[in-house]
């Protein structure tokens, strides 16, 4: 009998303090906002930069990214939502997590500039954060019972309830355990933090290529969990569309990483 059949689904997704709701969803993503800032800020304030200033930055990014990020959402699922106010429920879930990131890099160089900030410092310092942001909130989908991957019977299957299985496939709905993707990604959100902080000490990369590593890594990760994903999203080539923006990504930040040190050494 193995140690562990599968892993619980919690009951409930929040609790009350007085008539406040406080959603285990928007702590996870708090929780892990504080960790990022906290993070960046110490790696900026270490390259000689005023720590206020990325506080302040990263805050007005924060914002900016969760709207982005909600916008992105609701523009690829607006078929599920029964009314405007749908869009509002952010925290039910749903956020688009490409969309914040390119809505809060946006904000976040703009910030930085205004204030005369060392792009490639800033870069540099928010690129483990980044993962590391993630690695907390996505313990949010756990509690929502949501963006799990396919059913499984492995010892550390997440347990989904009938409820939370009713949008799913045709032919997955009669299984209860499902491959916990929110975990997957957690865990090797913080290899990335890791193989983020050793690149940096092992190869003193180019100034701001760091967050190019990011790039890569998180786009692998992320094709790979889109292959898991069965909630619904359109496909191409039988790749959800996540998964090819994920490809994109990492792609990208392949070229950009190449690009960046050969300048450098160009310019030596």
């Known amino acids: 009998m193995p140690w562990l059949a599968s892993i619980p689904s919690p009951d409930v997704n929040g609790f009350d303090i007085g008539p406040l709701r406080v959603n285990f969803y928007g702590l996870a993503i708090a929780l892990g906002v504080i960790a990022a800032i906290w993070l960046a800020t110490r790696r900026f304030e270490q390259r000689g930069g005023d720590p206020k200033t990325i506080e302040r930055a990263s805050i007005i990014a924060v914002v900016v990214g969760i709207l982005g ?32 990131l390119l809505a809060g890099g946006i904000a976040m160089i703009w910030v930085m500039r205004r204030e005369g900030a060392s792009i490639g410092d800033v870069a540099d310092s928010v690129a483990p954060a980044v993962p590391l942001a993630q690695a907390i909130g996505r313990w949010g989908n756990y509690f929502n019972q949501e963006l799990y991957g396919r059913p499984t019977d492995l010892p550390w299957a997440v347990e989904i309830s009938e409820a939370n299985r009713r949008g799913l496939p045709q032919e997955y709905v009669q299984f209860e355990t499902f491959h916990p993707t929110f975990l997957y990604e957690s865990l090797l959100n913080l290899v990335v933090v890791g193989i983020i902080l050793w690149v940096e000490k092992r190869f003193k990369p180019a100034p701001g290529s760091l967050f190019t590593v990011y790039l890569v890594l998180y786009g692998i990760v992320r094709f790979l969990m889109e292959l898991l994903r069965t909630d619904q999203q359109n496909e191409f080539l039988g790749i959800r569309n996540n998964g090819w923006i994920a490809l994109a990504v990492a792609i990208g930040g392949t070229i950009a990483y190449v690009v960046m040190q050969r300048r450098v050494r160009s310019a030596a």
């Open 69 to 100: 990020a909600r916008t992105g959402y609701v523009i690829t699922h607006a078929d599920q939502m029964d009314n405007v106010f749908d869009a509002l429920k952010i925290w039910d879930g749903g956020l688009a997590f490409f969309g914040g």
